[in-house]
């Protein structure tokens, strides 16, 4: 189901020559009517190149002249991502919080150190599925539509908090969708993370609170929403989320993996550096993660039929079929968004899948080709 308001905006943007259809608004889910009447009314922009890595990869000042923090403009767009919020308040990213995938990329590298390989990986993903194919734009928050967690429907301009293809269930610091707001910060959920990182961490956060709080958060999951979804590609997104807070967010000149608590709520809720900030010292990616996830061990899985009732799902990827992460996801969740592909659509979705696969870093995981091979 489609919200009512969201209805609405997508019935005049289809419909009406007058009201555009957003360069940013995603056309996963959009039927071959819609398709053959939005695109012509799109810019059409041939993606370009992923950039690679940092020359340079070392920490520096990155809250610098060049990059003051500055507050919401009116329409500026800002999502789930504590990261690229920041970015985009920093101007690393455009303020507005629309970019294309070479600009995520280089922001990423530039502002937090990400590693380049794991960098293309995650940005080439939530494009897929999140962004405009044609025009080569994604935005990193946007309204949703209200729909089901199950499968994906179309989202109107959803960017990154389009539900259950990347945004997912069992957030630490944002709601499930099933509550209603998929992608604002949540104080009390913030105030559980710093009761775990005083619990564990002695007064800051650090992998071990990760590992703990990352299990919490599962378990409330499945006491309180029954549609709570955790199978891959979230299954792993939550698992290397829990590690970013250490590995971005802390001083390049600290480097001893505890996280201040001031800090973390700078990032998460304020969206902004701390004075003075340096990135990560070294390239960084998921480091931690086996920490993280091997505090708890639970096979990837879902709710059935109410709360309290997890079931596991031996379809999804896990840890030991990593392989299965990037074809199901290719093979199952791009496909059923963009079924019958022609034209231009179906060559940009190629060239993506083409930057994702390379992204996916294993050339031991056979490619595969939803729509042939152009
Ligand atoms: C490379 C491009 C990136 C993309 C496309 C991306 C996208 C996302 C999305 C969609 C979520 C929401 C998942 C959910 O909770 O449902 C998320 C969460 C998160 N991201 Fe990013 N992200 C990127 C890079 C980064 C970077 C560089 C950082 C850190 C500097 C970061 C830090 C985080 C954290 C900490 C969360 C978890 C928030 C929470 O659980 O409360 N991300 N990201
Ligand atoms: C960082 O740069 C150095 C020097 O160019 C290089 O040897 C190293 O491989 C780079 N590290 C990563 C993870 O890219
Ligand atoms: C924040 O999360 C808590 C715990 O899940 C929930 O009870 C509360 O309604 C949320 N607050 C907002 C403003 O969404
Ligand atoms: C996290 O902090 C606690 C308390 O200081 C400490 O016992 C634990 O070893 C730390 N874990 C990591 C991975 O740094
Ligand atoms: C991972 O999934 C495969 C099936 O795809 C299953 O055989 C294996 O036992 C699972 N591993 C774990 C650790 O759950
Ligand atoms: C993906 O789909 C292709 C053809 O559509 C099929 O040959 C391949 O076995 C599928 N792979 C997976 C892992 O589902
Ligand atoms: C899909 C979904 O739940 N979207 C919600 C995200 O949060 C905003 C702001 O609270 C709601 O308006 C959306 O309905």
């Given at each position: 189901?489609?919200?009512?308001?969201?209805?609405?905006?997508?019935?005049?943007?289809?419909?009406?020559?007058?009201?555009?259809?957003?360069?940013?608004?995603?056309?996963?889910?959009?039927?071959?009517?819609?398709?053959?009447?939005?695109?012509?009314?799109?810019?059409?922009?041939?993606?370009g190149n992923p950039p690679g890595p940092l020359?340079?990869?070392?920490?520096?000042?990155?809250?610098?002249?060049?990059?003051?923090?500055?507050?919401?403009?009116?329409?500026?767009?800002?999502?789930?991502?504590?990261?690229?919020?920041?970015l985009?308040?920093?101007?690393w990213l455009p303020?507005?919080?629309?970019a294309t995938p070479a600009q995520i990329i280089e922001a990423v590298q530039e502002g937090f150190n990400m590693?380049n390989?794991?960098a293309r990986?995650?940005t080439?993903?939530?494009?897929?599925?999140?962004?405009?194919?044609?025009?080569?734009?994604?935005?990193?928050?946007?309204?949703?539509?209200?729909?089901?967690?199950?499968?994906?429907?179309?989202?109107?301009?959803?960017?990154?908090?389009?539900?259950?293809?990347?945004?997912?269930?069992?957030?630490?610091?944002?709601?499930?969708?099933?509550?209603?707001?998929?992608?604002?910060?949540?104080?009390?959920?913030?105030?559980?993370?710093?009761?775990?990182?005083?619990?564990?961490?002695?007064?800051?956060?650090?992998?071990?609170?990760?590992?703990?709080?990352?299990?919490?958060?599962?378990?409330?999951?499945?006491?309180?929403?029954?549609?709570?979804?955790?199978?891959?590609?979230?299954?792993?997104?939550?698992?290397?989320?829990?590690?970013?807070?250490?590995?971005?967010?802390?001083?390049?000149?600290?480097?001893?993996?505890?996280?201040?608590?001031?800090?973390?709520?700078?990032?998460?809720?304020?969206?902004?550096?701390?004075?003075?900030?340096?990135?990560?010292?070294?390239?960084?990616?998921?480091?931690?993660?086996?920490?993280?996830?091997?505090?708890?061990?639970?096979?990837?899985?879902?709710?059935?039929?109410?709360?309290?009732?997890?079931?596991?799902?031996?379809?999804?990827?896990?840890?030991?079929?990593?392989?299965?992460?990037?074809?199901?996801?290719?093979?199952?969740?791009?496909?059923?968004?963009?079924?019958?592909?022609?034209?231009?659509?179906?060559?940009?979705?190629?060239?993506?899948?083409?930057?994702?696969?390379?992204?996916?870093?294993?050339?031991?995981?056979?490619?595969?080709?939803?729509?042939?091979?152009?």
């Open positions: 189901m489609v919200s009512f308001t969201n209805f609405i905006v997508l019935a005049l943007a289809l419909a009406s020559p007058a009201v555009a259809f957003p360069s940013h608004g995603s056309l996963a889910g959009l039927s071959r009517e819609e398709l053959e009447r939005v695109i012509p009314t799109l810019q059409l922009r041939q993606p020359k340079s990869n070392g920490t520096k000042l990155v809250n610098d002249k060049q990059h003051p923090w500055k507050p919401l403009r009116n329409g500026d767009i800002r999502g789930p991502c504590p990261g690229l919020n920041t985009a308040s920093h101007g303020r507005n919080g629309i590693e390989t794991f990986f995650i080439y993903a939530a494009h897929l599925v999140d962004g405009n194919l044609v025009t080569d734009q994604l935005s990193i928050g946007g309204k949703t539509s209200k729909t089901g967690p199950d499968p994906p429907a179309p989202a109107i301009v959803g960017g990154l908090d389009t539900h259950a293809v990347f945004e997912g269930d069992t957030s630490m610091t944002r709601g499930d969708f099933f509550f209603g707001d998929n992608h604002s910060f949540n104080e009390t959920l913030f105030d559980e993370f710093v009761a775990f990182s005083n619990k564990f961490g002695a007064g800051k956060y650090n992998y071990t609170v990760g590992g703990e709080f990352r299990w919490q958060r599962i378990q409330e999951s499945i006491a309180t929403n029954p549609t709570f979804s955790f199978v891959s590609p979230r299954f792993f997104t939550a698992y290397a989320e829990s590690t970013f807070p250490v590995n971005f967010f802390i001083d390049g000149r600290q480097g001893d993996g505890q996280l201040d608590l001031d800090v973390a709520r700078s990032f998460f809720q304020g969206m902004r550096m701390p004075d003075d900030f340096h990135r990560a010292s070294q390239p960084m990616s998921a480091d931690g993660i086996d920490i993280i996830a091997g505090a708890h061990p639970i096979a990837p899985g879902r709710n059935v039929g109410g709360i309290n009732n997890y079931v596991p799902d031996p379809t999804s990827a896990n840890f030991t079929t990593f392989c299965l992460l990037y074809q199901n996801f290719v093979n199952q969740t791009i496909h059923s968004l963009y079924p019958n592909p022609t034209g231009t659509l179906k060559e940009a979705l190629n060239t993506n899948l083409g930057f994702f696969y390379d992204g996916f870093g294993d050339p031991s995981c056979p490619q595969v080709f939803p729509y042939g091979r152009n």
